[in-house]
């Protein structure tokens, strides 16, 4: 499993980050536009649930291609190809009007993300020691989050002073970010390995990525039993929850009468939340060396938000989801660092790509289920009633798997030392 070999590569670091914030930022705003458009014009939760289907879809169809791909073809190429293709769709998207059009547009706009996703994911191990890790991995996430607590409310903020038309051409120049990250950042992964000097370190180094690319080749998911635990556990409360993703616009906007910046306001403190939780969770993730406590620790993570979801229920006013959402968005963030740190340790270097492209899609692919069942369940039924059942249900579902993923814990349970960890990423 290949980290930085020296000194970690922090401006590396931050180039990736702020490429994945700003990127992320478009990304969340361009939803959010589109959310707040249909909901504005009318459509039902059919549509809304069409929409994130259209999101979210190419991310699982694409990802055993993807995954490969980032493994296999230059990142620097991938992010540049990637990002100008983005930049072009979301341009073609602020001009679009019929809803086809619309929806096929997003679809190949979430096919450029199933790409960058795993790429950016992939190259932050190897651009760090791996004591530097849970700190990186914070990082990078907080970088997403950032994006994802701006985009919303700043799609709150566009849609209601200029209508969608701008902010979807925000998010066209948003994609440029992937563009420069991809030529400034040294450390690359994937293609071609450049020859080096011929030292015995150079010869050493290649011998290490030689046993880690033979490695990764043989990697398999089903193979490990901790890491397949962590992404059924995570799929399994993500598809049980995920009908809040369509709801929420409604209950939010309807239910509890709010305006289009206070639903951005909202939906960011949950953002804000995960952002929190990653910086309070990073020295928990450096301080656990053994991987089966970090997964005990993200299944509780988990029950914390489905629990934080079902007293989102209650609230007789929006704004006072805040905290609420504040809180259930720090176990969200503290979530994802464990299973950041969990992925990097346990997987070969050479297969990242692919491994991350695979929990990404489990993710996603269950999202999808959550999406479609809020679209149809509004149709039946009140908001509030249907955001207490998505809390419930996720609070069934961690408590279903307590026993399973303890037991997955004993088995798959290895400590991590740093010695481990040799194989630099290749800098070019």
């Known amino acids: 499993m290949s980290f930085a070999p020296g000194p970690s590569r922090w401006p ?189 370190a150079a010869a050493t180094a290649a011998a290490s990525t030689a046993a880690d690319a033979t490695a990764g080749a043989g990697w398999r998911l089903r193979r490990d039993p901790l890491l397949s635990a962590m992404v059924v556990s995570l799929a399994g409360v993500v598809g049980a929850v995920g009908a809040i993703n369509v709801v929420e616009v409604f209950f939010i906007r309807e239910t509890l009468g709010s305006s289009t910046t206070v639903y951005g306001v909202v939906t960011g403190a949950w953002t804000l939340g995960i952002l929190l939780g990653a910086w309070l969770f990073a020295p928990l993730a450096r301080r656990l060396t053994d991987d089966g406590r970090l997964l005990g620790a993200g299944l509780a993570l988990l029950g914390f938000c489905c629990l934080a979801v079902l007293a989102s229920a209650a609230v007789p006013s929006a704004l006072l989801l805040v905290p609420i959402w504040l809180l259930g968005g720090v176990a969200n963030g503290g979530d994802n660092v464990l299973n950041n740190v969990l992925l990097a340790r346990r997987v070969p270097e050479a297969a990242r790509g692919r491994a991350y492209a695979i929990f990404g899609a489990a993710s996603q692919g269950a999202a999808m289920a959550g999406f479609v069942a809020g679209g149809v369940l509004l149709e039946l039924f009140d908001p509030r009633p249907l955001v207490a059942a998505c809390g419930v249900a996720g609070t069934l579902v961690v408590a279903a798997l307590a026993v399973p993923v303890a037991r997955a814990a004993r088995v798959g349970r290895a400590p991590v030392a740093a010695a481990e960890f040799t194989t630099p990423g290749a800098t070019r």
């Open 12 to 200: 590396d670091v931050w180039l990736a980050t702020t490429a994945r914030g700003i990127s992320t930022c478009g990304d969340f705003l361009a939803a959010s536009t589109l959310t707040l458009a249909l909901q504005s014009a009318g459509a039902g939760g059919l549509a809304v649930s069409g929409l994130l289907l259209a999101a979210s879809l190419p991310l699982v169809a694409l990802a055993p291609l993807t995954g490969r791909l980032a493994d296999r073809v230059d990142s620097r190429v991938l992010l540049v190809g990637a990002g100008l293709a983005q930049a072009a769709v979301c341009l073609a998207l602020a001009y679009a009007g019929h809803p086809a059009l619309v929806i096929g547009l997003v679809a190949l706009l979430a096919a450029g993300l199933a790409v960058t996703q795993p790429v950016l994911s992939a190259l932050v191990p190897a651009m760090v020691r791996p004591a530097d890790l849970p700190r990186a991995s914070a990082l990078h996430q907080t970088a997403g989050t950032l994006g994802a607590l701006a985009g919303p409310a700043l799609a709150g903020l566009l849609v209601g002073q200029f209508g969608a038309r701008l902010p979807l051409l925000v998010d066209a120049a948003s994609y440029l970010a992937l563009v420069a990250a991809g030529l400034l950042i040294r450390t690359r992964r994937g293609g071609a390995r450049s020859a080096g000097p011929a030292t015995a």
